[in-house]
């Protein structure tokens, strides 16, 4: 039942939204002049689609309740038929892909075991590689920064920074080890 509400609401919206689209075009010339240029000589035909045919279609559709009775029970027969089709065909992939596991799975599991072995020795070494990097960068970085705090210190007086000397220590043992 919540299918057949969204649907009738989504209907309504888009139908909303139409009947607003095409007040625009009646009511404000630049929307008409950009359609006009965009179809062209189509224009004409959808402008009486609308006008004539769709006006003479509610038209005569409105006062008969039992049309909408109609379409509202074609409606639910044609759900009801494609409910049974969706399971029937959940069913099948359900019945397809037990088969192919069952059939397949050994076949699958001998072609991707050598590929997961292959897979995690790569990550092992790349992650070696990658945590001698992140050293080497972080050495690098704090002895430029010693460095800078050196030659600095030497340039605006001569006097060294208090705690300089520790820093250089620090800057000789991580080129050391």
Not at 3 to 10: D, F, G, R
Not at 38 to 65: C, D, I, T
């Amino acid at each position: 039942m919540r299918i057949v509400v969204s649907l009738a609401l989504l209907l309504l919206s888009c139908a909303s939204l139409l009947l607003g689209f095409y007040d625009l075009y009646r009511r404000i010339p630049a929307v008409r002049a950009l359609l006009e240029e965009m179809l062209g000589p189509f224009n004409h035909k959808v402008q009486e689609l609308v006008v004539v045919r769709l006006s003479v279609l509610l038209g005569w559709m409105l006062p008969y309740a039992a049309i909408f009775r109609r379409m509202a029970h074609g409606t639910r027969v044609f759900f009801a038929f494609a409910q049974q089709v969706a399971c029937h065909l959940a069913w099948l992939a359900s019945a397809a892909s037990s088969w192919a596991f069952a059939e397949l799975g050994p076949w699958i599991s001998l072609l991707v075991q050598p590929m997961l072995t292959v897979a995690l020795s790569l990550h092992r070494a790349c992650s070696g590689v990658i945590g001698i990097a992140s050293w080497l960068t972080t050495s690098c970085r704090n002895a430029a920064w010693i460095v800078t705090r050196l030659v600095g210190g030497s340039l605006s007086g001569g006097t060294p920074a208090p705690g300089l000397h520790s820093e250089f220590k620090l800057l000789r043992q991580a080129c050391m080890s």
